[in-house]
């Protein structure tokens, strides 16, 4: 099926395996149609994020990759096998950071991790060996120091460290993060985008996720997949989707004092310009292109204003 009005502007990883191939997904609640006709896919290595409004089928989409929920219709094929059919040997190979892990509070960190990792042994393979050492997983999450302490001893940013261990102790191909880094600090923002990178350097794990906060989408994501209304209204990496849809420029510059704004399709020529006019009476030059969620924003409403 075509997806009109859709964005299909490619892949930031050409020809890498596909790890999530969607055609044509609809899924109806009743006589309700959430998801109709949905077509993407995310190569091996790629972090990809699934954005749109509350309420535009995104969880629904993860959970029918997940294997939690039976689509209506479409196809779907994760790691080669469709989630719907899919058996224990694949589950283990795909990993879900749930939100807060709550159990096991009395638990230490080392421990709960050995623990849950056995469960991952019967699934070892040549290519990758399952679990991941304790040490070595603590490493990357970066909880070596508290490896000892106790689950319910752990700060906010800590836990939600702890979660994605969790998620990743099997070493799974491809990791679903749902909203990772609702209520962090910058702080512990910034460390979690971090271990997000060395996830894919080290272990090259394809992540889906989703999340709200399109800042968070922009500095992690190879690609962006915008849900809304239950349909992809665009697809492709942020710089892609900006210069798409945004088109201007706008340049900001202040001449004797004097403040001046102005919009350019190709801020370039017009700055050379500027200078070529003004040379050295030029200052404060900003040129800022439209950002992930201007053009969020913007895709958004025109998808909402069609569907109205
Ligand atoms: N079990 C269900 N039965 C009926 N309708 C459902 C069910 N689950 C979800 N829906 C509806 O499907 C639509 C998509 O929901 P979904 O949770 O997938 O959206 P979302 O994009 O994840 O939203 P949010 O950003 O708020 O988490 C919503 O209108 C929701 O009310």
């Known amino acids: 099926m075509t997806l009109t009005g859709a964005l299909d502007l490619g892949t930031g990883v050409p020809g890498g395996e596909r790890v999530i191939d969607v055609r044509d997904l609809r899924m109806r609640y009743g006589a309700k149609d959430v998801l109709s006709g949905v077509s993407f896919d ?61 159990d096991h509070g009395k638990w230490r960190v080392r421990e709960l991790l050995k623990h849950l990792g056995t469960y991952f042994a019967p699934y070892s393979t040549d290519r990758i060996r399952r679990p991941w050492p304790v040490d070595d997983l603590l490493d990357v999450v970066g ?32 990791l679903f993060l749902d909203e990772p880094t609702v209520g962090f600090d910058p702080a512990a923002r910034r460390e979690f985008h971090d271990l997000v990178h060395r996830l894919t350097d080290v272990d090259d794990t394809t992540i889906l996720l989703t999340t709200h906060d399109l800042d968070e989408a922009e500095k992690l994501a190879d690609r962006i997949v915008i849900l809304a209304a239950g349909r992809i209204i665009a697809d492709g990496s942020a710089d892609q989707l900006s210069r798409q849809v945004a088109g201007e420029t706008e340049i900001r510059w202040t001449r004797d004092g004097q403040r001046f704004v102005h919009s350019a399709v190709d801020a370039t020529p017009f700055v050379r310009e500027l200078f070529r006019q003004y040379g050295e009476d030029i200052a404060d030059l900003e040129v800022r292109r439209n950002n992930l969620e201007d053009t969020y924003m913007k895709l958004v409403l025109e998808a909402e204003g069609g569907t109205r």
């Open 42 to 102: 995310a190569r091996r290595g790629e972090v990809l994020a699934l954005l749109g409004p509350n309420g535009a089928g995104k969880t629904t989409t993860i959970e029918i990759l997940e294997g939690f929920r039976m689509r209506s219709a479409g196809e779907v094929s994760v790691l080669g096998i469709d989630p719907a059919s899919a058996g224990e040997r694949w589950r283990a190979r795909i990993g879900v950071v749930l939100q807060s892990w709550r």
């Open 143 to 174: 909880l070596t120091a508290q490896a000892d302490q106790r689950v319910m001893r752990l700060s906010g940013g800590q836990r939600r460290r702890l979660d994605v261990a969790i998620g990743i102790v099997g070493r799974p191909e491809l």
